[in-house]
């Protein structure tokens, strides 16, 4: 049972050039997140997908497209890399909600430089 | 909108001390609030949560406490130890939603 696993752990970019960063759970999960975790930012939420076949945007989505594949996996593209993107990445995934609880698990996040 | 503030930004204790975190949200319709241990270089993990209906929860040295008239809730540690030494971040959860939104965090160091 590994959780929620993201690749690759580490990118290097070039501005201007496209990437997809892969995540999948395998606690049978319905919902699905992608943050970004910048310095003194915390983390904001990009895009998430409440169940398989639905995405939403989150706090800071422009310049990201996402794709719920199936129940498992969960992706974010970056279409033209831009020096502003440079950050570490988390993709989570939560349970059903249960009495107003909504636990987010996090993969072990990829660290993206876009130069 | 929503939104999460979380002070102090940095904190340094000595070992044995307490350590409080604070953090205030700003929509009232938020019912589940989760605190998280980031180390360094890790993945953010759940510590502890606390849901509206509840003013308090404990769990051995760490608990959380809640104002909902106030609309802030904290985080406490005491007899800190140097594995205490991580990032922090709050969260809030709005009833029927999946999203949280998270506080800025709060660097903890503990100084043997």
């Known amino acids: 049972n590994a959780g929620v696993t993201q690749t690759p752990k580490f990118q290097v970019l070039k501005t201007g050039q496209s990437m997809t960063l892969q995540c999948a759970q395998d606690?049978?999960?319905?919902?699905m997140y992608w943050y970004r975790q910048d310095p003194g930012m915390g983390l904001r939420l990009i895009y998430y997908s409440a169940s398989e076949g639905t995405t939403d945007k989150g706090e800071v989505p422009n310049g990201y497209n996402v794709s719920r594949l199936n129940k498992r996996e969960f992706s974010l593209r970056l279409e033209s890399a831009a020096p502003s993107q440079t950050s570490v990445y988390f993709c989570?995934?939560?349970?059903?909600?249960?009495?107003?609880?909504?636990?987010?698990?996090f993969g072990a996040g990829t660290r993206l430089s876009v130069l | 909108g929503e939104n999460v503030e979380q002070h102090p930004s940095t904190l340094s204790v000595q070992e044995g001390d307490s350590a409080v975190i604070k953090c205030t949200y700003s929509?009232?319709?938020?019912?589940?609030f989760p605190w998280y241990k980031q180390e360094l270089g890790k993945r953010p993990q759940l510590i502890i949560d606390i849901r509206s209906n509840v003013g308090e929860k404990k769990d051995q040295r760490i608990a959380v406490t809640l104002n909902k008239t106030a609309k802030h809730f904290s985080l406490h540690i005491t007899e800190t130890q140097p594995e205490d030494s991580a990032v922090y971040f709050c969260?809030?959860?709005?009833?029927?939603?999946?999203?949280?939104?998270f506080g800025t965090g709060t660097r903890l160091k503990v100084l043997a």
């Open positions: 606690m049978n999960h319905n919902s």
């Open positions: 929509d009232s319709a938020s019912n589940y």
């Open positions: 969260a809030a959860s709005k009833r029927g939603t999946y999203k949280y939104i």
């Open positions: 989570a995934s939560s349970g059903p909600l249960r009495l107003a609880k909504n636990i987010q698990y």
